[in-house]
């Protein structure tokens, strides 16, 4: 079965249950072809599927669960507008490509991303290198509606494809001694025309504490819309942890080591006042240079529209809040 049903006491927003029946299978064929290896193979019509699943309304009994997607509206409950795909795919961050939105889309036309493989290395078990079909297939994939906020004050919502990074984790069998991930991204200078430049230390690494890793909203991302990610969204994957500020989500990722030390990530690197290895949504932690307090969704963004209200873990509190219990969020941002 495509869609599997966690036990672990809450519902991701599936596509399943926002889209009709028939779309559901289409788009379920296509994600059979996607794990075969298909590469570019569109899953379905994206203007179709977005009309679906804005007029869908959430089963009732869902709602207390998806506190980050559903939103009230004079009593009804209604899912919140996906970003539009043009503006998901055209305003990125991925300082490899260059520092303007528009750089990634304009600048990665030549990163290739086959063949590819991700080394899985570090205090496991099991270290292996997969090659992508390999990780493609290696769990059911899901479609799931996630919000991502960015450090810079903009957010989007996505409806992401791929499983929870525990599904790959528990392959592998960290040993006793793993403590945190490190996920490292690629560096090729030769279609990277920013990497070599002073703007980060390469090649772009992040981190997660390996129960932040384990946490089953914590995804290996492969596609968005129903399709393979393109490479200015971090084709051919990408991580998604989304009560997480953006940028601790690494695109293009060739390596995910196991440590027992806090990796040294690259944005902690260069600027440790106002990036934490920790970085989760906190609207009441303000970075030192702006307030995170609000924030303005991509697509939205006429003279007139309102900024939104920046909510605690991006909205994921109830099922992400028991990770940090006890730390200081104001100590550890
Ligand atoms: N390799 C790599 N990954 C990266 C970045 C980057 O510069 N390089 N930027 C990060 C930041 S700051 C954000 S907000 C998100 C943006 O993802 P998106 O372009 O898909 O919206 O990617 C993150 N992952
Ligand atoms: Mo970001």
């Not at 009593?75 to 998901?88: I, P, S």
């Not at 970085?279 to 240079?289: G, L, T, Y």
């Not at 529209?305 to 109830?318: D, Q, S, V």
Request: hydrophobic share 40%; proline share 6%.
């Amino acid at each position: 079965m495509l869609i599997k049903s966690h036990d672990d006491g809450f519902h991701h927003p599936l596509g399943s249950e926002i889209t009709s029946r028939s779309a559901y299978e289409g788009r379920r064929d296509m994600l059979r072809l996607m794990a075969a290896g298909a590469a570019g193979t569109v899953l379905a019509t994206w203007a179709g599927r977005q009309a679906l699943a804005q007029s869908a309304t959430v089963r009732p009994g869902k709602l207390a669960a998806l506190p980050s997607i559903a939103s009230k509206v004079s009593g009804a409950v209604t899912m919140e507008k996906l970003t539009d795909y043009k503006d998901a795919s055209t305003y990125n961050n991925f300082y490899e490509f260059g520092t303007d939105k528009a750089d990634p889309a304009r600048n990665s036309g030549r990163f290739q991303t086959t063949p590819w493989s991700v080394s899985v290395e570090g205090l496991v078990k099991q270290p292996r290198s997969y090659a992508l079909e390999d990780l493609l297939k290696l769990s059911a994939q899901e479609e799931r509606i996630y919000r991502m906020r960015c450090v810079e004050g903009w957010s989007m919502v996505i409806p992401w494809v791929g499983y929870s990074l525990a599904e790959l984790i528990k392959k592998v069998e960290p040993l006793g001694s793993a403590k945190f991930v490190e996920f490292v991204t690629a560096a090729d200078p030769q279609t990277m025309p920013f990497v070599g430049s002073r703007v980060l230390s390469w090649p772009y690494v992040e981190g997660l504490r390996l129960d932040e890793a384990m946490h089953p909203l914590t995804m290996l991302v492969f596609g968005m819309y129903g399709e393979m990610l393109p490479t200015q969204n971090g084709a051919p994957l990408r991580l998604m942890a989304p009560w997480k500020y953006g940028f601790k989500h690494g695109k293009s990722i060739v390596k995910i080591r196991f440590t027992d030390t806090e990796p040294k990530t690259a944005w902690v690197k260069s600027a440790p006042q106002e990036y934490g290895f920790y970085s989760n949504v906190n609207p009441n932690v303000d970075h030192p240079r702006w307030s995170q307090a609000t924030e303005r969704r991509i697509g939205e963004d006429g003279l007139f529209a309102k900024k939104r209200k920046t909510l605690m873990f991006n909205g994921y509190e109830a099922q992400v809040g028991q990770l940090y219990a006890g730390m200081d969020l104001k100590k550890f941002y």
